[in-house]
Nanobody, 122 residues
Framework: QVQLMESGGGSVQAGDSLRLSCVAS????????MGWYRQAPGKERELVAS???????YYADYVKGRFTISRMNVQDTIYLEMTSLQVEDTAVYYC????????????????WGQGTQVTVSS
């Protein structure tokens, strides 16, 4: 099985920066595209950014130019560098990984971390 562990959340002021980390362990051959989701109270979970095996990136429109996602070559570790944080960015941030569709169906479809709280105050 794959385990995802997030770190780096906290409370900051508007305009500040923060870096989130996510480390995958276990059966990491199952780890494909990885990404960050967030969920604010009373809202649906939404995709913030993702990065493929080949380092192709995707960003939600509301974070373009402010957030940067990156991925280590050897370890299945991803980062989310957040700058110019706004109150609207307050949410629980979740690390997520797509399961690779390997022959034999050995991998699950999705893997999720437990989440890390990011709180931005004005």
């Amino acid at each position: 099985q794959v385990q995802l562990m997030e770190s780096g959340g906290g409370s900051v002021q508007a305009g500040d920066s923060l870096r989130l980390s996510c480390v995958a362990s276990g059966d990491t051959v199952c780890v494909g595209t990885m990404g960050w989701y967030r969920q604010a109270p009373g809202k649906e979970r939404e995709l913030v950014a993702s990065i493929t095996d080949r380092r192709t990136t995707y960003y939600a429109d509301y974070v373009k130019g402010r957030f940067t996602i990156s991925r280590m070559n050897v370890q299945d570790t991803i980062y989310l560098e957040m700058t110019s944080l706004q109150v609207e960015d307050t949410a629980v941030y979740y690390c997520q990984a797509d399961g690779r569709r390997l022959t034999g169906g050995r991998c699950a479809a999705n893997y999720w971390g437990q989440g890390t709280q990011v709180t931005v105050s004005s």
